[in-house]
């Protein structure tokens, strides 16, 4: 079988040492993420080495993805692992590290500002849809989960602009992503491209899988891992939905979505607003303003006008 010729391109710079998101830290903390003896100390010492990272972390943690109704306000990485669990929080002070870095090595800053406001949008319609319909699946997995979801556009955006350029043109003619992406990614998916940097990087398995956008039904209300997966891939295609798609797209997701998440046209509408509230409230300057580019709550009422 012939190699992928995009696919190498983006190894062979791996390999090379040539990608920047392989800072120390972001290498640091996937040797940790990867070994099942490291412990609360270890992690909370590579965090803290990173000013920037320490902040945002904390930011995000004490921020409405994470509120519990009350209590007072974590100040520590160590009160942070505690809240959250050791596995859930390096994985989220991966995805922190990874985004900064992606953001200081790429070319286009205010595009990949957009894409990574538009992760944390769809993070956090996973998270609220989960606790209100009461889907069994844990809050901050299906978070970090969705977050990473597009993963693979990332990478080309910061690595390979000129062809997430191309990509995105496709897009912006009303073309899929994943027409788009096949087109000019010599027959990749982002998803893929996404997936085997995942596997390269030694990612857990189910942020591997929830990068996927057509996962298996589930066939039980007990089934945690498969409806991990189609919220992932719900969230993240309702908010493409909302910046590039119509009325049309909008139905065709709810009749296949709509019957597993329990959700209706209407009650999509309010997700989307609902988590444009926590999205905002983030304070980090690169979401907001990736956010302040978007016109997601315009975007959001012409959308919910054109379905009336």
Same mark, same amino acid.
Request: aromatic share 8%; with cysteine; hydrophobic share 40%.
């Given at each position: ?17 040539? *990608? /920047? ?5 972001? +290498? !640091? =903390? ?5 070994? #099942? @003896?490291? %412990? &609360? ?118 690595? *390979? /602009? ?5 990509? +995105? !043109? =496709? ?5 899929? #992503? @994943?027409? %788009? &992406? ?127």
């Amino acid at each position: 079988m012939t190699p992928n010729k995009t696919l190498s391109e983006i190894f062979s710079k791996v390999n090379m040492s040539e *990608l /920047p998101a392989m800072s120390d830290h972001v +290498q !640091e =903390l996937l040797r940790l993420l990867n070994r #099942d @003896e490291s %412990s &609360a100390e270890e992690i909370a010492e590579v965090i803290l080495k990173d000013a920037s990272l320490t902040t945002k972390l904390l930011q995000v943690v004490n921020s409405a993805f994470y509120s519990r109704g009350g209590g007072s306000p974590i100040s520590s990485i160590s009160r942070a692992i505690t809240a959250l669990g050791l596995t859930t929080l390096k994985e989220l002070a991966l995805s922190l590290a990874l985004f900064e870095d992606f953001l200081k090595a790429g070319i286009e800053k205010e595009e990949i500002s957009k894409l990574l406001a538009l992760c944390f949008f769809s993070a956090s319609q996973a998270k609220i849809l989960c606790k209100v319909k009461k889907i069994n699946v844990q809050e901050e997995e299906v978070f970090i989960c969705t977050l990473l979801h597009q993963l693979g556009k990332l990478i080309i955006l910061v690595y *390979l /602009p000129e062809l997430y350029r191309k990509t +995105q !043109e =496709l897009i912006d003619r009303g073309y899929s #992503d @994943e027409f %788009s &992406a096949k087109t000019v990614l010599d027959d990749l998916t982002f998803s893929t491209v996404g997936m085997e940097i995942a596997r390269f990087w030694n990612f857990s398995e189910k942020i591997i899988l929830s990068m996927g956008d057509n996962p298996p039904q589930p066939t039980s209300k007990f089934d945690s891992q498969l409806y991990l997966l189609n919220v992932a891939a719900f969230c993240n295609r309702l908010t493409w939905t909302i910046c590039y798609g119509s009325g049309l797209d909008l139905g065709e997701l709810l009749l296949h979505y709509g019957p597993i998440m329990g959700l209706s046209k209407k009650e999509a509408f309010g997700l989307a607003n609902r988590s444009l509230d926590v999205a905002e409230k983030i304070p980090d300057t690169v979401i907001r303003f990736g956010l302040s580019k978007l016109k997601l709550r315009e975007k959001i009422s012409q959308k919910e006008r054109a379905c009336r």
